[in-house]
């Protein structure tokens, strides 16, 4: 029964111990950064999206999809992978390089934008100070091959430990180009459109706005935490000093949010996931 059904993971797995981290969000906007410098991934967004127009509907919808996969039921997961995949059989775009058309949901693209996202949430987490242990690690990897399957993916495909996440990033950088459409994205994932609430000081010329300076230090440090490789392709240095700035920040972050009550960062599908894990440990003890 869904009332009983703990979903994919569960309580007792590295990725609920990694997801409960509100600093995710940061995990998010830094897999975006590293997404876009895949020209034939970026290609694919560019031409069936509207993600300038709506860039903060898209990543409400993105998170929606993580949070189901991750908290929902094994239903909801599976559902939810379903409707992704569908939409994304249906779409094609136009290789920027060859001019050859291509689908959406071939596999060494989704595989990209796995990588990328689960690689990028469990870095952020683990130098935002979550202890985790190397086999942990593996554990995250491996567990979210299981997310991998609900987009269309093999599972045996996909990297399943740290090992395999650093020889697939060493193995697919050929390919990465700092296009110019890598280059627009990346500045208007660093300054993108606020909602006209949160942008009504700038409009009423008075400064920046306290919401937008915020923004501006999580996308810094988003891409801080960046692989000294990415940041160079980015056309910065990518030295150490950078990355250590960035542990800095992303810990302050951390510590930040921490102070922030739980009921206002956890939404419905984690509520509702923590209630059938309550239950289930009640009727285990009670067994």
């Known amino acids: 029964m869904d009332s009983d059904d703990l979903g994919l993971f569960g309580p007792g797995s590295v990725t609920w111990k990694v997801h409960e981290e509100p600093i995710l969000i940061v995990a998010g906007l830094r897999s975006l950064y590293l997404q876009a410098l895949h020209p034939r991934a970026m290609a694919g967004v560019a031409q069936n999206s509207n993600y300038r127009a709506d860039a903060w509907g898209r990543l409400a919808r993105t998170a929606t999809y993580v949070e189901t996969t991750v908290y929902g039921t094994t239903a909801e997961a599976e559902t939810a992978g379903a409707r992704l995949r569908r939409l994304h059989d249906r779409l094609r775009a136009t290789d920027p390089l060859t001019g050859e058309e291509f689908r959406i949901d071939e596999p060494d693209l989704l595989r990209w934008v796995h990588v990328t996202e689960v690689e990028s949430f469990l870095s952020t ?87 937008r300076w915020a923004y501006l230090g999580i996308a810094g440090t988003a891409f801080g935490l960046l692989p000294g490789w990415a940041r160079r392709m980015y056309g910065g240095l990518g030295l150490p000093t950078t990355a250590l700035s ?42």
Not at 146 to 163: I, K, N
Not at 166 to 177: I, M, Q
Not at 258 to 287: D, N, S, W
């Open 125 to 211: 987490a683990r130098r935002a100070g979550l202890p985790l242990t190397d086999e942990e690690v593996d554990g995250y990897y491996t567990e979210q091959r299981r997310s991998a399957a609900l987009v269309g993916l093999d599972p045996a495909t996909v990297p399943g430990t740290a090992a395999e996440v650093a020889e697939y990033y060493s193995a697919v950088r050929p390919e990465l180009r700092m296009t110019r459409e890598a280059a627009e994205t990346a500045i208007f994932l660093t300054a993108p459109p606020f909602p006209w609430k949160l942008s009504l000081p700038a409009r009423l010329g008075l400064n920046l706005g306290p919401p």
């Open 246 to 287: 960035a542990d800095l920040s992303v810990r302050a972050l951390r510590l930040a949010f921490a102070a922030v009550p739980r009921r206002y960062l956890e939404g419905p599908l984690i509520l509702a996931a923590k209630e059938r894990a309550a239950r289930h440990a009640a009727t285990t003890l009670a067994g």
